[in-house]
């Protein structure tokens, strides 16, 4: 008995051995404009989310104006960034669960943002907008599960190939330094 466990063990390390997983192999040009395409469609969202900390909340009409800039922003650059990832594909056999659930969060995200942007706009300047518009994206809010993007950076990061690619993307390092450069 405990030598077929043995035996069926070292068959499954030879199977497995025997075929590459693409961390084997180099980054394509495809796989690295899928790590951009991913950073990239985060990265004006936080931009505008740091410039809408930076409001005097004493001046409503400013914080207006920085909250729909982080509306727009978001709902464009997510659009964007799905489209482009849609084109790309998976970067991989191994990262296509990563890639759905990417996909998922991308789409749901950027029409939260875009049905956001009318409620956010009809609001008035006034003490109360941060909480008004709050109120706003989440009644809009179709993301189903935003752990998904948490878990997208958690499986990159995994991957020594794709947690090198993300130290070496400009919107990725940009993202991580927390938008600044």
């Given at each position: 008995m405990r030598s077929r466990l043995i035996a069926a063990l070292l068959t499954t390390i030879a199977l497995t051995s025997a075929c590459a997983s693409d961390e084997d192999k180099p980054l394509t040009e495809a796989q690295g404009q899928w790590v951009d395409a991913f950073c990239g469609?985060?990265?004006?969202?936080?931009?505008a989310a740091l410039e809408l900390k930076a409001q005097d909340p004493a001046n409503p009409a400013a914080v207006k104006t920085a909250y729909l800039k982080l509306v727009t922003?978001?709902?464009?650059?997510?659009?964007?960034a799905?489209?482009?990832l849609k084109e790309l594909g998976p970067p991989s056999d191994e990262l296509e669960d990563v890639h759905e659930r990417l996909m998922k969060y991308m789409g749901e995200s950027a029409r939260s943002y875009a049905a956001a942007e009318a409620p956010v706009n009809a609001l008035e300047p006034n003490g109360q907008f941060w909480e008004s518009a709050e109120k706003a994206l989440a009644d809009t809010s179709q993301?189903?599960?935003?752990?998904?993007l948490r878990a997208t950076f958690d499986a990159l990061e995994k991957?020594?190939?794709?947690?090198g690619a993300m130290g070496k993307s400009v919107?990725?390092?940009?993202?991580?330094?927390?938008?600044q450069q």
């Open positions: 469609g985060l990265l004006p969202g936080m931009k922003a978001n709902a464009t650059a997510l659009t964007d799905e489209k482009k993301v189903s599960s935003p752990e998904q991957s020594p190939k794709y947690a919107p990725c390092t940009q993202l991580k330094a927390g938008g």
